[in-house]
């Protein structure tokens, strides 16, 4: 069998090279000529603002990103000091599957650590009268297995603002983007909200987008996440500049901006002659008299009477008079001794011996207990709840726009998988500057990407086109394999068990010295092609497989051929 598979293998590995020599061939000749779009790496230009921007970010410039980022040198609150630190690490490279040279972005290279960065803005982000616009790329250059890339909007107050100490209770207003572990696969969008009354600050988490969120965790591809919040309160979250989530900050986030105008009145209790039974025995219904109920369920059925050959003398079961008692049998510790008993053999072939018990039957005048029959209540009041009161913490917030000013951005991160890039974070008021910093980035990016996806299989179709022959190539080492593999699970899996005997492979002595061996394909034909003729020594061929696999362990010569000629037999 390893020989098989080998030699499947190889044809498979020719094939394919064949085609991608052909190819190759193919390709050193168009080029000359024509097309190098897809080799040379076009010239790529940094992005520019298309208007204001608190934050635009293209990471291109090392210098520039030195200067505005600062890397966290914070301790994780309240965990063991090993595992507290913010070490992770962070780079600024090309993509791993770069399609732009010098297109730069940041990386975070490290797993299992945790890692912050961040970088003012250039002035802080009011919520006032024009919306807020967050947009940034992220790619899973190795997929995602558990962690997060989301963004943080660091509120503008005293202790956000040294991004040294950024870490995970630095205060923030918003944080935004993908985030997965396992199958639990999430695109936040948390804000943190005022309470107007008496200043408690709670996050409150905006509902589920309703697309699946999968691919951008595992295709390795750049994805762009936006995040537009305007003063009517409203929101979309938009991938690749498709709106997956969009709502209200007062209706679609929990807990509610707003909490409920009453509540039940944890005061009040349920008065202790509330019924709130629906249904009531029947006070009015009585046993009736023939009701008995003692009456068993079963009775004996006096009907049954005693088979003719049952043999009410005879035990059913008798001492077994083989049996002998032990030599060391002792009475005094063991007791006296008895032969077991065993079934009377003169109760074999009748109905049964020794007493006869009539069967039961079902008792016909069986009731059971009596019960009154159940009636809706007349004193029925319904289920109990508590009143309802006026909320004593109820506010009404018509604004929830209105967050907390945000000074900073930052990435606060821990993942299991490394080497996340992020690219392009533009922060501004204006939907069209976003717009327009995507157009200069990301969508070149993804046509880029597209263009060297369909390269390879562009030059395939072309060159098919061109040169019919190469169908030949296909079929040879698509068709060839498949043969191979076909042939040999069908033919050759009963001698898997002894991989030196293997009379399929080349070199084994077998295939040219048996005599009639049936080795060559062309012989293995013809006992397909007449299946009935081998039917009579069917059984006799069940037997025989035993001892043939048996004697090919000590006849090393004729091994093969017997249990190869049967086999066509099975089908
Ligand atoms: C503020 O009010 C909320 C409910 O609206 C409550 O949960 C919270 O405990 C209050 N905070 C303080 C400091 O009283």
Redesign the pocket.
């Known amino acids: 069998m390893g020989r098989i598979r080998i030699c499947s293998l190889g044809a498979i590995v020719l094939g394919v090279f064949m085609v991608i020599g052909a190819l190759g061939e193919s390709h050193t000749h168009d080029q000359d000529a024509s097309d190098d779009e897809v080799i040379q790496k076009p010239v790529y230009k940094s992005p520019t603002v298309s208007g204001f921007a608190y934050l635009a970010e293209h990471f291109d410039d090392r210098e520039r990103f030195r200067t505005a980022w600062v890397q966290s040198l914070a301790k994780k609150e309240e965990i063991d000091e090993d595992i507290a630190k913010y070490d992770g690490i962070w780079a600024v490279e090309e993509p791993t599957r770069s399609v732009q040279e010098s297109d730069l972005g940041l990386v975070l290279k490290s797993k299992a650590r945790h890692a912050a960065i961040a970088s003012l803005l250039n002035k802080p982000f009011k919520f006032e009268d024009k919306p807020l616009v967050v947009q940034y790329e992220v790619n899973f250059q190795e997929g995602q297995e558990c962690g997060g890339a989301y963004l943080k909007l660091l509120t503008q107050e005293e202790s956000s603002l040294d991004l040294s100490k950024f870490h995970d209770k630095t205060p923030y207003t918003i944080m935004f983007g993908p985030d997965k572990c396992g199958t639990d696969h999430k695109l936040h969008f948390i804000f943190q909200h005022k309470?107007p009354?008496?200043g408690?600050i709670e996050e409150k988490h905006s509902k589920k987008p309703k697309e699946r969120l999968e691919d951008y965790f595992k295709d390795k591809a750049p994805h762009l996440f936006t995040l537009i919040v305007k003063p009517d309160n409203s929101f979309q979250v938009k991938v690749d500049g498709k709106i997956v989530n969009d709502g209200s900050l007062l209706d679609d986030f929990t807990p509610p901006v707003n909490?409920p105008l009453e509540i039940e009145d944890p005061n009040d209790i349920q008065p202790e002659d509330w019924d709130d039974r629906e249904k009531i025995p029947d006070p009015t219904a009585v046993k009736p008299e023939d009701w008995d109920e003692d009456a068993p369920a079963h009775i004996v059925d006096e009907d049954d009477v005693v088979p003719e050959d049952w043999l009410e003398s005879e035990p059913p079961t008798i001492p077994n008079p083989d049996s002998v008692k032990p030599e060391d049998w002792d009475v005094e510790m063991d007791g006296e001794w008895e032969p077991p008993e065993i079934p009377n053999p003169k109760c074999e072939g009748v109905s049964g011996c020794g007493v006869y018990k009539q069967k039961m039957k079902k008792n016909p005048r069986y009731k059971g207990k009596w019960l009154p029959p159940l009636i809706n209540n007349p004193n029925y009041k319904g289920k109990w709840k508590p009143r309802l009161i006026h909320n004593p913490?109820y506010f009404n917030d018509q604004q929830p726009f209105k967050m907390m000013p945000i000074g900073a951005v930052g990435f606060e991160l821990w993942s299991m998988s490394p080497d996340i890039l992020f690219d392009n974070i533009i922060i501004t008021d204006d939907e069209d500057v976003a717009k327009q910093w995507a157009d200069d980035t990301f969508e070149i990016r993804r046509r880029k990407i597209a263009q060297e996806g369909s390269g390879l299989w562009r030059q395939i179709a072309n060159f098919t086109v061109e040169n019919p022959w190469i169908w030949a190539v296909y079929i040879a080492s698509v068709g060839l394999p498949l043969l191979l593999v076909i042939y040999c699970c069908c033919f050759a899996s009963k001698d898997s068990s002894d991989d030196e005997k293997d009379p399929l492979a080349p070199n084994d002595e077998t295939k040219y010295s048996t005599p009639g061996g049936s080795v060559n394909p062309e012989d293995e034909v013809p006992h397909l092609a007449r299946p009935e003729e081998p039917l009579n020594d069917n059984t006799e061929n069940e037997e025989e497989t035993d001892e043939i696999i048996a004697s090919e362990k000590d006849d090393e010569g004729g091994s093969g051929d017997g249990p190869r000629r049967r086999k066509p037999n099975k089908e």
């Open positions: 309470n009354v008496n408690t909490p913490e």
